[in-house]
T-cell receptor, first 116, second 116 residues
């Protein structure tokens, strides 16, 4: 079965420190990879995506993610965290190939808490 | 431009009643998705519409759930004979099928459904 794993329910980091939110996936082929962020009582906002090309992808708000094909991972990173980054983060994959309609398979989400 | 809108933002209903949830996608987006976000299940795909193609209903949890998309734009998700386990946030997303934002799904703020 196709799945996405975010092994940490919560990540705590001090403001100004680097942050990493982990994501691994189990999907056949080379899927498209995404990160979304959800602030309280809001819908999901797109952060970044990996389609092809350079393994390091840069996105909104200073976030970046590194695609590692051998480890089937797509960890989200930011060099210097802000308190305003505190939110719920979702990793998602979109399997490619015939019969795949573009639906996203989401991880369970990781709550990022940045403390001043 | 305007984003994806959903109505109502909150819906409280009694067990056994039918509910209708509405989604207005971004103008020009031909792909439309419904997802459900609940505490125990995370984010689950429900149904996908693309132009005049037959919808992908593979994520609908039971035959009490149905959805339609009229005129290739507005979509309505209907839940008949609601049960308490239907309580969740229902998210709608739309996506272009070409251009720079191809593959990105733009989410609405969601409808929070509470079944008493």
């Amino acid at each position: 079965a196709q799945s996405v794993a975010q092994p940490e329910d919560q990540v705590n980091v001090a403001e100004g420190n680097p942050l990493t939110v982990k994501c691994t996936y189990s999907v056949s082929g080379n899927p498209y990879l995404f990160w979304y962020v959800q602030y309280p009582n809001r819908g999901l906002q797109f952060l970044l995506k990996y389609i092809t090309g350079d393994n390091l992808v840069k996105g909104s708000y200073g976030f970046e993610a590194e695609f590692n094909k051998s480890q089937t991972s797509f960890h989200l990173k930011k060099p210097s965290a802000l308190v305003s980054d505190s939110a719920l983060y979702f990793c998602a994959v979109r399997p490619k190939g015939s019969g795949n309609t573009g639906k996203l398979i989401f991880g369970q989400g990781t709550t990022l808490q940045v403390k001043p | 431009g305007a984003g994806v809108s959903q109505s109502p933002s909150n819906k409280v209903t009694e067990k056994g009643k039918d509910v209708e949830l509405r989604c207005d996608p971004i103008s020009g987006h031909t792909a439309l998705y419904w997802y459900r976000q609940s505490l125990g299940q995370g984010l689950e795909f429900l149904i996908y519409f693309q132009g005049n193609s037959a919808p992908d209903k593979s994520g609908l949890p039971s035959d009490r759930f149905s959805a339609e998309r009229t005129g290739g734009s507005v979509s309505t998700l209907t839940i008949q004979r609601t049960q308490q386990e239907d309580s969740a946030v229902y998210l709608c997303a739309s996506s272009p099928v070409s251009g720079r934002s191809y593959n990105e799904q733009f989410f609405g703020p969601g409808t929070r459904l509470t079944v008493l």
